[in-house]
């Protein structure tokens, strides 16, 4: 990764990722000398083609997937929307939707839509540490469920969910599980082959891939609707494909893949650095989501500064050069307390006293080191003055 320093220390890299330089290089061949339609008939064309089965044989490799397995989309969302109506088409028979509080709104938004379609969608509740308990879905399921979604890694609380278990209460309903991957993927390891959900989603600019770029998971044998019929993508997706995101992709997961193998403890360590160090001096500071490390993704926390808006000391951390987030980025447009802590039981005050805290992988000991200062700075000001 590229050490260059930047004139403002970025923890949320939850939001969205830089390009790294290696993707940046595999990819730039394919906006020039490479610029061929892989449908191409001519040498070209079979460049660009192949490079296109390149990158879905590095997507199935790290997910221990097979390349038929993975189809190319234009990002999380659209991987959502296409495994959710994919999962309703193969169940026709069946009009129940169990959808967990905590999805992201690419899932979630989709409810009212369904519903007019005639679909009963009915919603999971969390624990107040942010997962969904399997007995939680055992209750809700019934002979009319086509599918059930449960997230990887919640993508504000960095809670793990028991994704394994939840399956297989579903299978044994009958029901499809799909599984939002885009806060999992490259922070814990995903193995397809073990967990063997019936499609995952993920994003390409979550993992230092380009945006516009993603890919959806879908199990060989399962049946499935296109949104977007056409030739491309075995008839699954129309569109001349889109190669050099494709190709960026396909890095992406390869150096994702290292990182984890090699550097993701180094950011578990700085995370817990910057938690202890705020919530051992302020006894008001609280972290949203599980304890335990083996329940949490290593690169993030949320902490709950009880009594502080949380968005005046955004805008502080702002005026500092330093970035978090409120809840996730799609609706920190506004100040709505985040649907997750709601879900987890919390009041819209302590809701909204809660900053979403991620590290990237060129995050530093001094970078967390200057937050804390100036965090603790803050905290200190505002308990003054109040
Ligand atoms: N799921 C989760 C958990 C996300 O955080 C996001 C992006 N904020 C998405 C889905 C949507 O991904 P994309 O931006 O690639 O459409």
Known sequence: MNTQRLSFIDLDSSATTPV???????????????????????????????????????LAQFLSAE????????????????????????????????VSAIEHSSILGLKPF??????KVSILPPTPYGRIDPETVKAAISENTALVCVMWVNNETGAIQPVGEILDVAHQAGALVHTDAVAATGKIPIDLSRIRVDS????????????????????????????MPGSQERKRRGGTENVPGIVGLGQAALEAKEYLETCIE????????????????????????????????PHMTNLGFLGIAAEKLLLDLVREG????????CSSGSIEPSHVLTAMGQTREEALSA????????????????????????????????
């Open 355 to 386: 900053l979403r805290f991620s590290l990237g992988r060129s995050a530093t000991a001094r970078d967390i080191d200057r937050t804390t200062t100036i965090l603790s700075g803050i905290l200190r000001e505002k308990r003054r003055a109040s």
């Open 322 to 329: 330093i970035y978090v987030s409120m809840g996730s980025a």
């Open 266 to 297: 180094k950011t578990t360590l700085l995370r817990d650095h910057l938690e202890e160090s705020l919530m051992d001096c302020f006894p008001f500071v609280r972290r949203n989501g599980p304890r335990e490390s083996f329940l949490r993704a």
């Open 20 to 58: 790294s330089p290696g993707v940046l290089d595999a990819m730039m061949p394919f906006f020039r000398e490479h610029y061929g339609n892989p449908s191409s008939p001519y040498p070209l064309g079979e460049q660009a083609k192949e490079a296109v089965a390149q990158a879905r044989g590095h």
């Open 114 to 119: 369904l519903e007019k379609e005639g679909y």
């Open 200 to 227: 995952l989603s993920l994003s390409g600019h979550k993992i230092y891939g380009p945006k516009g770029i993603g890919a959806l998971f879908l199990r060989k044998g399962e049946t499935f609707s296109s949104l």
């Open 67 to 98: 390349p038929r397995e993975i189809l190319f989309t234009s990002g999380g969302t659209e991987s959502n929307q296409t495994a959710v109506r994919g999962a309703l088409s193969a169940r026709p028979d069946r009009k129940e939707i169990l």
